[in-house]
């Protein structure tokens, strides 16, 4: 499962619950055109509500288009915070007008794509070209991918290798590697079988699961030599780790865009191009460093963010 793929819990409650806010914008039915024709140098105006996930990651999103947008002469509220697929209702029933969304968690999502493309460009465009169907306009594609992966310690790198197949190598002859896994990961398609299938002596005797999602600390003490991860988890950057590189572009790809409403979008074709400078500038390094400045440091996202656009020309 990928990481922004979550329990679907009280679905039909909020779906209630938002059929009945109305909306500010045009409702949702048929395909739309999702137009992109505005400027970066566009000056905008009204009030523009952005929705967000409660994590670190997200909210720093969040907060670059809310600094960023206010500075085109938007008025925005960034107010709104909720899990999937309670964002995507909010979205159609016009409770919010835009979000950051990953390609992976909408494709497996609403979409109901079972295995999406292994690119990210080309995960980003089914998402958009499904979406826009259903009058919800893909903008600012994120080069960061914020999927499953193995890492080790950056130390390491010359012992096991930088890729997955390098890797893959060494657990031929090194069985007895210990490896760290969720227990989900050890019957998830996009999991240890898929992995072994994919790169070859993955289902080694080595493998240790647990309950655990993630294994930053314990891969930097050395109880796991490897382990899973989320490519843009703040412990990487923490601890000192690499995430072996995926080569065969086996794991499903997560980078994100900024899912607008069709009728805004129509009402404001520049905000795409005012986000498209600002997400080119987060690649996974400086995304896991910022998520590191949040959730390690202690930094407070407003300030994080704050001082990332400042730094890069954007305020």
């Not at 670190?56 to 938007?74: P, R, Y």
């Not at 409403?261 to 498209?276: D, L």
Request: some cysteine.
């Amino acid at each position: 499962m990928i990481r922004r793929v979550t329990e679907l819990t009280m679905v039909l409650l909020w779906s209630a619950i938002l059929a009945g806010c109305g909306s500010s914008t045009t409702s949702l039915g048929g395909s739309s055109a999702c137009p992109t024709s505005g400027s970066a140098s566009s000056t905008g105006s009204g009030t523009l509500k952005i929705g967000t996930k409660g994590f670190a990651e997200e909210q720093l999103l969040a907060e670059m288009t809310k600094e960023v947008l206010n500075k085109h002469g938007f008025s925005t509220d960034v107010s709104f915070t909720a899990k999937d697929p309670i964002l995507g209702q909010a979205l159609e029933s016009g409770s919010i007008d835009m979000y950051w969304q990953y390609t992976g968690t909408e494709l497996q999502g609403p979409l109901g794509l079972a295995n999406p493309p292994g690119d990210l460009d080309l995960a980003y465009n089914a998402a958009k070209t499904r979406d826009e169907a259903r009058g919800i306009c893909w903008n600012d594609e994120g080069q960061f991918n914020d999927t499953n992966g193995l890492a080790i310690k950056s130390a390491d790198k010359a012992k096991y290798g930088a890729t997955l197949s390098a890797f893959g190598t060494y657990l031929s002859t090194h069985p007895n590697t210990v490896l760290c896994v969720n227990s989900e990961f050890l019957t998830r398609p996009d999991g240890l079988p898929g992995l072994d299938k994919t790169y070859g002596h993955y289902n080694v005797p080595g493998v240790k699961a647990s309950s655990q999602s993630t294994f930053e600390p314990a891969i930097a003490n050395g109880t796991c030599e490897a382990g899973e991860v989320f490519t843009t988890d703040s412990g990487i950057a923490a601890k000192d780790l690499y995430v072996l590189q995926d080569d065969k572009k086996f794991f499903p790809p997560d980078n994100v865009g900024l899912l607008i409403k069709g009728s805004v979008q129509t009402a404001h074709p520049e905000i795409g191009a005012i986000m498209a400078p600002v997400i080119a500038k987060l690649d996974n390094a400086t995304i896991t460093d910022l998520n590191k400045k949040v959730e390690i440091d202690g930094g407070k996202v407003p300030d994080v963010a704050k001082a990332f656009l400042q730094q890069n020309g954007f305020l």
